[in-house]
Every structure is written in structure tokens, then in C-alpha cells.
């Protein structure tokens, strides 16, 4: 299994901290589309590393077009020497349609008709020929010669993978169904992978004849760590808080209500429409808490928890520190983890 980590220090540091990533071992570095775009930060990681793999989890998708996709995924891949992996992800309609401005209908036949006309501009741009997507939602049908990059930028290893990242039943059979690799959000729970996600994406695969064991799984798993006892606490404070905001959004009560908790999440939606934030972080209890994040009282214990809980599941794992997070301490549990 692979383990990877998250970058979220901004682009002055970026260089350093990639670095940094790469030499302690990890095999990927991730960013996301938070409060910065998760492209830029990527394009310093690949001039100052050499190995690992560089991803956008998650860069959101119905915010963009698919050329605009194609383009800076090319980019990146054609840059980074083959190390780069396009990842996904829809956002939720208040998202897309307020903080965006762009349209939302149908958001996994959407996905579907994305990837799919990302994947026809590539083929275009490596192949030749005329470019003719007519998609649902996309239609692209105009290549001009002056726009198209050069096919010997990717060769050798050609355009990038794409992952897709999901919880519902509709994207993650689509992320089966059209892409390369699968991002678990990290909300769900080894139980929700195992008995909803897995046979959802081995559906979607099918449709298209292939396997689920052809599917790259990728999952951040949340870690609770620190110097100190206090520091433990704190850090399960903040998760106890990251995931009562996760839980007041609807598209992921079916987690919920797999661990018998279906009722939680209107009570925190309506929580969160008052600004509530410490009441709905008091309705998390610590047996949720555990089942969807792993506390680090010793690196050992706690990298064998991993591998139980995550052992042929899937073929990726980073960690997800919702607070300010020691480095030194998760590359002391990667290494344990790879023992």
C-alpha cells in the first residue's frame, strides 16, 4: 500500500515542504481546492522532486470546463514527467451554483459526460484526428492545429489518470464505470467502504468490462496525534468538529445511518443553519469518532490499526489532520505503517 500526504502550506512553501515529502518516503503528494487553486501549488512540487506522485484531491470539477481540465492536466503531466494524477470531485449544488456561479443538473451523468470529454481532447491532442465530443452536458467539436499541445510532451507515458472522488451510489458507480481511480471521502468509515463503495465501483466497472482490482482506491483516513496527551485531546477535538460540519451535509447521511445514526444529520444541518458549531460538535461521540479515525497513543498500535482496518481495501492511504499537525509525527507513523 502506499501511503501519501496532504500539502496545504501555500505556494511560498511548497517547494521546501514537497521536498521535504518526498524525502521522508512518502509515494504521493495531494492538495485541495479550499481556500486556494490546487493546481499551482503542484507545478512547484514537480520542479523541485523527482519520484513522487503529485494529485489534486480534489480539484472541483463542475467549476471548470473540460477543456480547461484537459489543458492544465496535460500541463502538469507533460511537466512533471508522468508523476501527475487528476483528481475530481463535484462539490454540492450551494457550492457550484452561489460560490461559483455554475450550473448544476444531474451532477454524476454529469461526471460521466466530464471524463468523458476530457478524455476525447486528450486523445485528439496525442493521436491526431478531428475532435468530435458530443456529450450531454459537453460538446466539443473544435481543434484549430494552433491549440493543440505537442503529442511528444506525454510521450512515454501519456495523459494523466483520473480519480474521481465520491460517496453516493450514482458517482461512485460512474467513478467505476469511467475513471482510472476511485477518492474515498474522508468521512466514510472502513465498514462503508467495504459493504456500499466496493461493490458500488465493482458495478460501475463492469458496465465498461472491467475489474474492480483495475480501480487505484485512494483514503484518507483522519489521524488524532501530538506531542503531548494534550495535544491528542485537542486533535480529537478538532476531528470531534470536522466531522459534525461533514455531517450536517446530506450527501453524506448514508454514513451515517450505516452506523445507526440516521437521525444526526438533519439535527446538525439545522444546527449549522444557526451557526451552532459547538452544539454540533458535542452530538459526535467518541464510539463515531473511532470508527472513522485513528488515534496515535503509540505509532505502533496505531500503524497496526491501519493495516487491519485497511488492508485490501485499498491501494492508497493518506492522512488527514484537521489542526496543525507535527510532520515529523505522521512520517514516524508512515514508517511504522511500512514496516
Not at 496545504?8 to 487553486?37: Q, V
Not at 471524463?115 to 452536458?137: K, Y
Not at 466539443?140 to 474521481?164: K, N, Q, S, W
Not at 505522521?330 to 511504522?336: A, G, P
Request: aromatic letters at 8%; one cysteine or more; hydrophobic letters at 40%.
Amino acid at each position: 500500500m502506499k501511503i501519501d500526504t496532504t500539502i496545504t502550506t501555500g505556494l511560498g512553501r511548497m517547494a521546501e515542504d514537497a521536498r521535504a515529502a518526498e524525502e521522508a518516503g512518502y509515494s504521493g503528494i495531494w492538495t485541495f481546492e479550499g481556500a486556494h487553486d490546487p493546481f499551482l501549488p503542484l507545478l512547484l512540487a514537480a520542479e523541485h522532486t523527482e519520484r513522487v506522485e503529485l494529485g489534486t484531491s480534489i480539484a472541483v470539477a463542475f467549476a471548470r470546463n473540460p477543456l480547461l481540465i484537459a489543458t492544465v492536466g496535460w500541463d502538469l503531466q507533460a511537466y512533471s514527467r508522468g508523476r501527475f494524477i487528476l483528481g475530481l470531485g463535484s462539490q454540492i449544488r450551494a457550492h457550484i451554483t452561489r460560490r461559483y456561479s455554475m450550473p448544476w443538473s444531474r451532477p454524476a451523468d454529469r461526471m460521466r459526460d466530464m471524463v468523458l470529454a476530457v478524455r476525447a481532447i486528450w486523445e485528439t491532442w496525442e493521436h491526431g484526428g478531428r475532435l468530435d465530443h458530443h456529450g450531454e452536458f459537453y460538446q466539443h467539436t473544435l481543434m484549430p492545429p494552433l491549440f493543440r499541445p505537442a503529442a511528444a510532451e506525454v510521450d512515454g507515458f501519456g495523459p494523466p489518470p483520473i480519480y474521481l472522488a465520491g460517496v453516493g451510489p450514482h458517482m461512485t458507480r460512474v467513478a467505476g464505470e469511467v475513471a482510472d481511480g476511485f477518492m474515498s471521502h474522508p468521512f466514510c468509515t472502513p465498514e462503508f467502504l467495504r459493504t456500499v463503495t466496493l461493490p458500488m465501483l465493482a458495478e460501475g466497472a463492469a458496465v465498461t468490462g472491467k475489474r474492480l482490482d483495475e480501480k487505484a482506491i485512494h483514503h484518507s483516513v483522519m489521524i488524532a496525534t501530538g506531542n503531548t496527551a494534550e495535544d491528542v485531546a485537542a486533535a480529537r477535538r478538532a476531528i470531534r468538529k470536522q466531522l459534525a460540519f461533514y455531517g450536517s451535509t446530506q450527501a453524506y447521511w448514508p454514513i451515517l445511518e450505516l452506523h445507526d445514526r440516521g437521525e444526526l444529520g438533519p439535527r446538525l444541518k439545522e444546527l449549522s443553519k444557526q451557526g451552532e458549531w459547538d452544539r454540533m460538535t458535542e452530538l459526535i461521540d467518541d464510539e463515531f469518532l473511532d470508527a472513522v479515525a485513528v488515534t496515535v497513543d503509540d505509532p505502533a498500535d496505531a500503524a497496526a490499526q491501519l493495516h487491519r482496518r485497511y488492508d485490501g481495501l485499498v491501494g492508497r492511504l493518506g492522512f488527514s489532520t484537521p489542526y496543525q499537525v507535527d510532520s515529523t509525527l505522521l512520517e514516524v507513523l508512515m514508517r511504522e505503517f511500512l514496516r
